[in-house]
Structure formats: C-alpha cells, structure tokens
C-alpha cells in the first residue's frame, strides 16, 4: 500500500529545463567548448557539479568543475528572475491529492538545494512536503541509488511503500537501484530519455490519482 511517494523536480514538478539549457549552453560558450545533444541529454538527471567534472575531463578544461558551476549558476539566476515559470501541468492537483490522502512527499532532486528552494518558496510548496533531498549535498549522483535510499529512509516507511515519480533515464536507473516501486513522467519537456525499467509510464499525472495507485504497489 501506498504510504509515500519521492518526487523528482526538473520535468516533474517544474519544467525548468529549458532554463538550465539556456544556462548550460551559455557556460560552454563561457569556456569555448561544443557539446552535442547526445552528450547533453545524458546529463539529464545528474548533479551540476558531477556534469561538470565530466566536461573538465572530456575536454581537457583549465577551469575547475567548481568554476564551471559557478558560471552555470550565475546564468541560471539571470535566466530564473527573468522568464515566465509553470508548474508541470496537473503536477500540483496530485501532490495536494497525495497529501490530503496522508502520503508522506519527499522531494528527491539533483538540482541544488537553493534551486530547490527558489522553486518551493515560488510555488509555495513547503506545506506538502516533510523533506528535501539535494543530489548536489550528497557522495554520489544519479542513477546512483543514494539519493532515493535516504529519501525513503526519511518517510519511517519501507521501501516497498514508497513510489518514486522520475523523468529521467538516470533517475529511473537510481530509483530501480534503490528497489523502489518507479513511475516514469513521459514528459514533453524530456527529450531522448529511455523508460524501459520503469514500473509504469504516464503521460499525465490523472493517471495516477491516489485512488489509482494506492493499492498498486
């Protein structure tokens, strides 16, 4: 039985990707280097400081991955204070769903904690949450397991009464690794993203309304 539920933010709850893209995009110009789409959806899911480690060293960079990352965030915050941002469409009527029904929600994101938080404080999220995870705050990134394993240990329940929701091929893998129940958003926002592993593939959150899922897990 359902008793909570680890959310991915990025293409879940907000559809910031095309923020992070522009802001991405603007730190390779920074630096002078090309990436191409297939290396940059597999970024997809993964902490900025682990992406950057990998550009450092796939293209032999003098800047630090810190460096990198700072350069990300800075474009980042000029692009968030300045365009329009949703909430993912039907996203907010489930977590009040889930929440009215008593699950316990867990945020579980490998964006930033401030990131994290800009878009909690925005949308005002807090009240329906009892924890936030950040990939950037722990050892290792998706599709590592740690992140879920932590979230899930934080709710009190077993893991087998916990249901992540995922976007990403990493974030599945991470969930799956974790021996989580995992529900793959088939989002328009996600490009080139493989939901094989998935348990289930929505492309709306009415798929999966408390009394929908409650007794699927």
Do not use: W
């Not at 316990?104 to 401030?114: G, I, K, Y």
């Not at 950040?134 to 934080?154: Q, R, T, V, W, Y």
């Not at 021996?179 to 939901?195: E, M, R």
């Amino acid at each position: 039985m359902l008793k909570a539920v680890l959310f991915d933010m990025d293409g879940v709850i907000v559809d910031t990707e095309p923020l992070h893209r522009k802001a991405y995009h603007q730190m390779f110009k920074d630096v002078n280097i090309e990436v191409d789409e297939d290396l940059y959806s597999s970024f997809t899911g993964q902490s900025t400081i682990n992406i950057c480690k990998r550009l450092v060293d796939r293209f032999g960079l003098s800047q630090t991955p810190e460096d990198l990352v700072a350069l990300k965030r800075k474009n980042y915050k000029d692009y968030f204070e300045n365009d329009g941002l949703e909430l993912i469409d039907g996203v907010l009527e489930r977590i009040k769903d889930y929440h009215a029904n008593g699950v316990n929600l867990v945020l579980a994101s490998s964006a930033s904690m401030t990131g994290i938080n800009q878009i909690f404080e925005r949308f005002d999220l807090n009240q329906y949450f009892s924890a936030k995870f950040s990939g950037a705050d722990l050892e290792k990134s998706k599709p590592h397991p740690e992140i879920f394993l932590k979230a899930a240990a934080s709710t009190g329940f077993d893991k087998s009464e916990c249901m992540v929701i995922e976007d990403s091929t990493n974030g599945i893998k991470a969930a799956k690794a974790a021996g989580i129940y995992c529900v793959a958003f088939k989002s328009p926002h996600s490009k080139h993203q493989d939901y094989h592993l998935a348990d289930k593939v929505i492309s709306s959150f009415k798929e999966i309304s408390y009394a929908n899922i409650v007794d699927a897990i």
